[in-house]
């Protein structure tokens, strides 16, 4: 029998128990469900320090999180990820993707997941997945899955990934360097990988054909197709369409509507489509020409530098009382803006052809390009209506800086150089430094959300491990195991150890679950390393919960995750893999028998 609890351990596990409930819930906000977890432990600890403890050391445990190195290395690779969204760094990564995702989004979605899984276990799965982010993202605009149908997938099949080696997480290594602290030989970097590649083959077709299905649309359109606008492409002196005739300029952007019959096109040629945002972006970055006239848009430009502020792009509607009804764009007389696109209202075609040189109409949408309140000054003015549609506009001369920033980061992290929090922050300083992203933009870059529910996490993490919960469980957990055969055991190892994993940290798991795994061995005679493995396998299935790891939360406001939508998703998976993993594990090391 096993000593009751204490106060302070019995009161961290029903809390606990109580903090996951209210996020499962969904009735109130993360962010406050988060505050008040931090409040709680502050307060209670105060009033009740745990025991050889001051009350100033509850009120550092509950606030520490703060402080932390995971949440300072969550902050800083959001800022280098909006670095890479701001440069376009990423375009030609998404470009090549969109072509997979274009002749099947099935099979583009199982490439990614593919690629995703085998980059995640030579780089840490964090860098991993802000560099893929971005791209998802990218791929979701042009029309290919919305992130929510895509993150998650993704995520869960980075995280198998980065199960895969030694150095795959920093979990790993932590796991691994208290089994050799006990006296477990050491393990090389790809020991147990072909264990975790034969369950991630299982697992893959749930991830890849299942997941998605279960994850709402998060589009702003879901159900509707893109507005398509009508444009002029003005060709450039350099442009790749100069001396073909339109025939083959419909060969070269076959997804966009090419206006007309002319001859061979010269430089003065200017060439009328009709396609949707994304559409008319590849149209003319293919062909090498410009929606708006070529001095305009460099005096814009030039205006964005002086007062270094991005250009943005806006969707805005033709109102009745609006001065543009009945006039073309040339005529309009506009001043710090240019249109790059007319979607007629479908009312008003009657009388007009489908041209960005037809006369406006009310309930037309036009795309223009400015500073933000040049945008916001001219729609106030001309009477017009500001559409969901506004987003910045890349600024693609500091791409390749951006990528090297990341690149270094992620290196100098993944080969052990520097620590990835250190790595990350370094990266996020030299982003701000060189103009990647701009400083007074920096708050778009990050989530209070994601900062506060990091930082009550930690809070809880520190919490049960501190007021010995955490042992006592693990305890009461060993009483069990002794008639259970080998599988039973290593899967209610893992069961433990994801228990943790989800509702605590990894770190938790890792250096409660090594020891049990230790004292288990000895008592049932069982070898110590397919144990070890369980544990590391374990804290490395964390796809329950928003908490449970670092990438979890980094996905949550791109794919607009409510903490259900990791429950439903994630324990089917959790289950899987602990059912694959403990199948394998006896297999390997000849447990079958016992």
Not at 100 to 106: A, D, L, T, V, Y
Not at 215 to 240: V, Y
Not at 367 to 393: H, V
């Amino acid at each position: 029998m096993i000593a009751a609890p204490s106060l302070h351990a019995l009161a961290a596990i029903l809390f606990t128990i109580a903090v996951f409930a209210a996020f499962a819930n969904g009735r109130i906000k993360i962010e406050i469900v988060s505050l008040m977890t931090i409040a709680i432990i502050a307060l209670g600890l105060y009033a009740f320090p745990l025991d050889n403890q001051a009350r100033k050391d509850g009120l550092k445990l509950a606030f520490a999180g703060f402080g932390h190195p995971a949440l300072i290395t969550i902050c800083s690779l959001m800022i280098m990820g909006r670095g890479l969204v701001v440069t376009g760094a990423l375009d030609p990564t998404a470009r090549a993707l969109a072509r997979i995702w274009r002749f099947s989004k099935w099979i583009g979605l199982l490439v990614t997941l593919v690629a995703a899984m085998g980059l995640s276990m030579i780089v840490n799965d964090t860098p991993v997945l802000v560099l893929l982010i971005p791209v998802m993202a990218r791929l979701a605009a042009s029309g290919a899955m919305p992130t929510s149908k895509t993150l998650m997938p993704l995520n869960a099949a980075i995280l198998i990934g980065g199960m895969a080696t030694t150095i795959g997480t920093s979990t790993n290594l932590l796991v691994v360097s208290l089994a050799n602290d006990l006296g477990m030989p050491p393990l090389a970097v790809f020991h147990f990988t072909p264990i975790v590649l034969m369950a991630a083959l299982v697992a893959l077709p749930y991830i890849w054909l299942v997941m998605p299905r279960l994850m709402r649309d998060n589009s702003q359109a879901a159900g509707h197709e893109p507005r398509r606008f009508a444009t002029i492409l003005r060709l450039r002196d350099s442009s790749t369409a100069l001396g073909r005739s339109l025939a083959d300029v419909r060969t070269m952007i076959p997804n966009v509507e090419v206006i007309g019959q002319a001859g061979n096109l010269t430089h003065d040629s200017r060439v009328a489509v009709i396609g949707s945002r994304s559409e008319l972006e590849g149209a003319a970055r293919r062909l090498t020409a410009s929606a708006a006239p070529r001095w305009l848009v460099d005096r814009l430009k030039r205006r964005s530098t002086e007062e270094k502020e991005d250009l943005v792009e806006a969707e805005l509607a033709v109102t009745r009382d609006s001065r543009l009804i009945g006039l073309t764009l040339q005529a309009s007389g506009l001043e710090h803006v240019a249109i790059t696109g007319v979607s007629q209202a479908p009312g008003a075609r009657d009388h007009r052809t489908n041209s960005a040189d037809e006369p406006l109409a009310e309930g037309d949408v036009l795309m223009a390009m400015g500073l933000a309140r040049d945008i916001q000054a001219f729609s106030r003015r001309e009477g017009l209506l500001l559409l969901d549609g506004i987003r910045e506009l890349p600024r693609t001369a500091k791409a390749t800086l951006a990528l090297i920033i990341m690149g270094v980061a992620v290196l100098l992290a993944s080969v052990g150089v520097l620590p990835i929090a250190i790595s990350s922050l370094g990266g996020a300083i030299a982003m701000l430094a060189t103009g990647c992203v701009r400083f007074e933009r920096v708050g778009r870059a990050l989530s209070a959300k994601v900062i506060v529910l990091v930082a009550a996490s930690l809070a809880i993490g520190r919490f049960i491990l501190e007021s010995g919960g955490a042992e006592w469980l693990a305890q009461l957990m060993a009483l069990g195991l002794v008639h259970l055969p080998a599988w039973g055991v290593l899967a209610a190892i893992m069961i433990f150890v994801t228990l943790l994993t989800n509702f605590a940290s990894n770190a938790t798991a890792a250096a409660v679950g090594t020891p049990i795994a230790f004292s288990l061995a000895n008592t049932l005679g069982l070898p110590v390393e397919p144990l070890v493995l369980a544990v590391l396998f374990g804290c490395n299935l964390c796809y329950a919960t928003p908490i449970a790891y670092q990438t979890n939360m980094l996905i949550m406001n791109e794919g607009d995750y409510r903490f259900a939508d990791y429950l439903r998703a994630g324990i089917p998976l959790v289950l899987i893999m602990i059912i694959s993993l403990a199948y394998l594990l006896v297999r390997q090391y000849g447990l079958l028998a016992k």
